[in-house]
């Protein structure tokens, strides 16, 4: 079965920095997009980032811009979003997930249980 499970989260001040990982199994790693998002209590849920099949693209929302980086290592079947800057609105549970092909997309087909982050000002 897929499985995709995300870790790395914790509490840090604003400005500084954490890194997600995403550890998948289940599936082909190497030929699907895999990305992550967030939801907050009392916000919409939001894609922060993803990356292609190939690692050639990759998105990002515009609140994260210049401050989120995403990679992924299709040796180890995994993930990372290193996350720098973080400010308090940047507090969510943050989720990895495929949109099971191999570009990215605005929606996801799997994911697995989230970690959070809290950003404290």
């Known amino acids: 079965e897929v499985q995709l499970q995300a870790s790395g989260g914790g509490l840090v001040q604003a400005g500084g920095s954490l890194r997600l990982s995403c550890v998948t199994s289940?599936?082909?790693?190497?030929?699907?997009?895999i990305g992550w998002f967030r939801q907050a209590p009392g916000k919409e849920r939001e894609d922060v980032s993803c990356?292609?099949?190939?690692?050639?693209?990759?998105t990002y929302a515009g609140s994260v811009q210049g401050r989120f980086t995403i990679s992924r290592d299709n040796a180890k079947k995994t993930v990372t979003l290193q996350m720098r800057f973080l400010k308090p609105e940047d507090t969510a549970v943050y989720y990895c997930?495929?949109?099971?092909?191999?570009?990215?997309?605005?929606?996801?087909?799997?994911w697995g249980l989230g970690t959070q982050v809290t950003v404290s000002s």
């Open positions: 990356i292609s099949a190939s690692g050639l693209t990759s």
């Open positions: 997930g495929s949109p099971g092909r191999q570009l990215c997309r605005g929606e996801y087909d799997y």
């Open positions: 289940g599936f082909t790693f190497d030929d699907y997009a």
